[in-house]
């Protein structure tokens, strides 16, 4: 079966600002405009910046999967869930992830 793709980019602004959240989900969505069969996404590149000074890094996770919302239209929603701490994880931060998502049509 045929394969496309596209590529997709979120910005997130200030993250944490409380320094409460350990990982922190982000969505953003496509329709393909044809009935899919699967999806699945891939990380192409991050930007991640603490906001509040320099820090040393203890976790830094990425992660993303497809959800396929609506198969017949082909609406995938991509979730990309990041993590960014230093040793107490209380601190905010900044930055982009782009992902690209393949969904496999009919």
Do not use: S
Not at 51 to 67: S, V
Not at 76 to 85: D, G, K, S, W
């Amino acid at each position: 079966m045929p394969v496309t793709f596209i590529t997709k980019t979120v910005n997130f602004g200030t993250r944490n600002p409380k320094g409460n959240e350990n990982q922190i989900d982000f969505f953003t969505e496509h329709t393909f405009g044809r009935r899919i069969v699967r999806a699945e996404t891939v990380l192409n590149g991050f930007r991640l910046k603490f906001t509040n000074g320099d820090h040393h890094l203890e976790t830094l996770q990425m992660d993303t999967d497809a959800i396929v919302d609506d198969r017949d239209r082909g609406t995938v929603t991509a979730r990309i869930q990041i993590m960014l701490a230093d040793k107490n994880a209380d601190d905010p931060f900044r930055g982009w992830a782009t992902v690209i998502i393949f969904a496999e049509y009919e």
